[in-house]
């Protein structure tokens, strides 16, 4: 296991894309890729939350982020993957699936290279954006994941999940 304190303190990032976007995610929030795999449906759940999966043992709730950002709904491609992440729900930690088009790098970035979120231009609520990168002539959002999903749709999600199992 790695240490958390060193997690935090790298400046190390996980680069995937949205439809025409490209993200990154802190990867002291990521604790895996997964090939994308069957999901069982929820029912009567939130339209994002796309179904469940079994990881290791353990119900795992997998969401489509793009639906979440009202992007333009696409197909499943071989690239379709899973991150499995950590989110930050009052003071616990959950575990929640995120399908994103695909993976690209794990990127260094320098602290003072990530520049302020831009408030308007982009197609999704700036709250969910911590910082912007510029990375070979690209920009790249880095996303908080924490506030993308707020306490009530988790706690909503894993209720609906327990409902399940």
Known sequence: MIDEEILQTTNSY?????????????????????ELIPIT?????????????NLRGSVLGVID?????????TEYTKETCI?????????DITEVGAIVDSVHDVI???EKE??????????FK???VTGVISFNDKFIMVLDIDKIFSIDQIKGILDEIASEA
């Open 65 to 73: 982020i793009k639906m979440k950002f009202d992007f333009p709904i």
């Open 41 to 53: 449906k929820v029912p009567k759940s939130q339209e994002f939350l796309k179904g469940v999966i």
């Open 14 to 34: 996980l680069t995937f894309q949205l439809g025409d976007e490209r993200f990154a995610v802190h990867v002291s929030k990521l604790l895996n890729i997964l």
């Open 114 to 123: 990530i520049l302020p979120p831009l408030s308007v231009g982009i197609k």
């Open 83 to 91: 991150l499995v992440l950590q989110v930050l729900m009052d003071e």
């Open 126 to 128: 700036s709250e969910f």
């Open 108 to 110: 260094e970035i320098e």
